[in-house]
């Protein structure tokens, strides 16, 4: 009886939705012979309000490994149902924002099944991120929608394998290259910087990012004019550089100013040589 009810009123009377999940909350885990999960159906049925007020039953209601999966799902669905109808997928950007926007409660790049029909009616099934499948069937709209909701581009496959990695066109592999660089952008103001002095001619300067565990040390030696960087990683290794040839001018000019600001010695340094 709920079932069918709590269909109808997704199809017409949204805001009825409620008062059955507050009947029976497994509700929104149980599907039928021929309906799915009901926040499956508000996403196949197109119906925008519906989702929206099943998202928060969910979040309310559900446990939160069942709302994770059934957030997934929408999400997959959401996202398949776009690549499949172009003359409706206005329709679908903002199922699929809504569901994005809720992020914070499930993976939104947790892999899941999408579903092809090829020859003879056989359909084939791919476990695939949202975006990687976006990117799979070339759709750039999508794999943008994907992208400024804040899915994450580095996620992988089991195999080790990017959305990247399947782009075909160029637009497509554009999209990636410039979402590559502000992701890089984010990492790097996201890294706490500290100035030490370690000798009254010797500055260093520390670079943490906490996210990869990865610390970045550069020591700045005004007596020989050079600069020194090395790595908690071997990979990245030891280099010197001179104070001419510096990749960071602003960084030398900083560690400067450290080092005059606590009494250490610049050697005859000018602050006013950097440009």
Known sequence: ??????????????????????????????????????????????????????????????????????????????????TKRKNSNKRFAPMIN??????????VNDICSFYETVGNKRTLQYDSTPLIWATFKDDLELCQILVDGGVDISAELPDGRRAKDFA??????????????????????????????????????????????????????????????????????LYVESFSKAASPTQLKQAAEYLKAHDGNLCGFKLQSII
């Open 1 to 82: 009886m709920f079932k069918k009810t709590i269909y109808s009123a997704i199809e017409k009377n949204p805001g009825a939705i409620k008062s059955f999940v507050e009947a029976d909350p497994e509700i929104l885990n149980k599907e039928t012979l021929f309906h799915d999960h009901p926040i499956i159906e508000a996403v196949a049925k197109e119906k925008h309000d519906a989702l929206k007020a099943l998202i928060a039953l969910e979040i309310e209601y559900n446990s939160e490994d069942k709302r994770k999966k059934n957030l997934k799902s929408a999400l997959a669905t959401a996202v398949q149902k776009y």
């Open 168 to 237: 075909k066109s160029t637009k497509v592999r554009e999209l990636y290259r410039k979402a590559e660089e502000a992701q890089a952008a984010q990492q790097l103001a996201e890294i706490n910087y500290k100035f030490q002095k370690e000798a009254p001619h010797i500055v260093s300067y520390i670079a943490v990012n906490e996210k990869c565990d990865l610390t970045l040390k550069t020591v700045f030696n005004f007596e020989h004019r050079t600069i020194t960087h090395a790595a908690n990683n071997k990979d990245v290794g």
């Open 98 to 107: 809504e569901l994005l926007e809720n992020a914070a409660y499930f993976d």
